[in-house]
């Protein structure tokens, strides 16, 4: 691990996953944004591929309308997303609602200068809500969430 990966604890290095996940089929929110469910849906995937404010829109109503124990990859690891006010704003609000619920939320971003902002903007979130962690790989941030995974 790198000197400046080290210093950081809000970065996780690549982890083998516990066990191999499978993936349910592929639910399209919006143009550009998608939703699967891993081991019979205790974990949710969002790929998120554009920032247009109606998806993002969309996408935050669908997870505002989850109310158990939370799971969840924001896979913003598309070369199209910015983090623009209205994405920023939307984010903050996820972070905030519903205080009390339990669960995990885990950015998959891509390796870059530019993603520095973006786990900047998590890291500030972790002051509310459900534990959040930045990612480099999608493997990763399954074996995190694996760790407080609960059976069905």
Same mark, same amino acid.
């Given at each position: 691990?790198?000197?400046?990966?080290?210093? *950081?604890?809000?970065?996780?290095?690549?982890?083998?996953?516990?066990?191999?996940?499978?993936?349910?089929?592929?639910?399209?929110?919006?143009?550009?944004?998608?939703?699967?469910?891993?081991?019979?849906?205790?974990?949710?995937?969002?790929?998120?591929?554009?920032?247009?404010?109606?998806?993002?829109?969309?996408?935050?109503? *669908?997870?505002?309308?989850?109310?158990?124990?939370?799971?969840?990859?924001?896979?913003?690891?598309?070369?199209?997303?910015?983090?623009?006010?209205?994405?920023?704003?939307?984010?903050?609000?996820?972070?905030?609602?519903?205080?009390?619920?339990?669960?995990?939320?885990?950015?998959?971003?891509?390796?870059?200068?530019?993603?520095?902002?973006?786990?900047?903007?998590?890291?500030?979130?972790?002051?509310?809500?459900?534990?959040?962690?930045?990612?480099?790989?999608?493997?990763?941030?399954?074996?995190?969430?694996?760790?407080?995974?609960?059976?069905?």
């Amino acid at each position: 691990m790198n000197a400046e990966l080290q210093s *950081d604890p809000n970065i996780v290095e690549p982890q083998p996953p516990t066990s191999p996940p499978v993936q349910s089929e592929i639910i399209t929110i919006g143009k550009g944004l998608t939703k699967a469910f891993l081991f019979d849906k205790r974990i949710v995937i969002f790929h998120l591929d554009t920032v247009a404010r109606d998806i993002i829109d969309a996408g935050a109503k *669908d997870v505002l309308e989850t109310k158990h124990q939370y799971l969840v990859i924001y896979d913003i690891t598309s070369a199209k997303i910015a983090l623009t006010p209205h994405l920023r704003q939307r984010l903050q609000e996820l972070a905030k609602a519903y205080p009390d619920l339990k669960g995990r939320s885990a950015v998959v971003l891509p390796r870059s200068v530019i993603t520095q902002v973006f786990k900047l903007f998590v890291i500030a979130q972790n002051r509310v809500g459900r534990r959040k962690q930045v990612f480099f790989d999608r493997e990763s941030a399954i074996a995190w969430l694996q760790q407080v995974m609960v059976d069905p």
